[in-house]
């Protein structure tokens, strides 16, 4: 009789004592979670995936079958269990792959110059912080100026 245990946190299959002799079963690996793994993907890869997916498995569909419920953004975001609002960034992949099909030119899941980034941080009191202040009250004096007034 065969019986679940677990081990090291992963649910196996063990099979008690007796002269029962375990039933072949396939060497199928369980299908895994990206929420709850351990595995981590860079951004460049997660492009890749989804631009793979789109040309390969779904064979690149026309634009005009990428929304909806069951339109290609919405199938890729599914299959790939990517969360909820991840459409934008899935449909501006897509927009660059065909971009760069039709130009003739191979999809690169790099990122673009001047996107991502983390939000900056600016020591209060240093030059970067005196250079930004100055910028802000020169637009604000101009806007000023430039509404009579307000």
Not at 59 to 66: I, L, S
């Amino acid at each position: 009789m065969a019986a679940a245990t677990e081990v090291g946190g992963c649910s196996c299959r063990g099979y008690g004592g007796g002269s029962e002799a375990p039933a072949a079963e396939p060497d199928v690996p369980t299908p895994l979670r990206v929420r709850d793994s351990d595995y981590h993907l860079s951004d460049e890869q997660r492009r890749t995936c989804i631009a793979v997916y789109f040309v390969d498995v779904l064979g690149a569909p026309e634009t005009a079958d990428w929304g909806g419920h069951d339109g290609t953004i919405s199938i890729i975001q599914r299959k790939l269990a990517f969360p909820d609002g991840s459409r934008d960034i899935i449909k501006q992949i897509l927009t660059d792959v065909v971009e760069c099909h039709s130009k003739g030119v191979v999809y690169s899941a790099g990122r673009k110059n001047g996107s991502g980034g983390g939000s900056k941080l600016i020591i209060l009191g240093s030059v970067e912080a005196q250079i930004v202040a100055g910028h802000c009250a020169a637009r604000r004096q101009a806007g000023e100026e430039g509404s009579g007034g307000r």
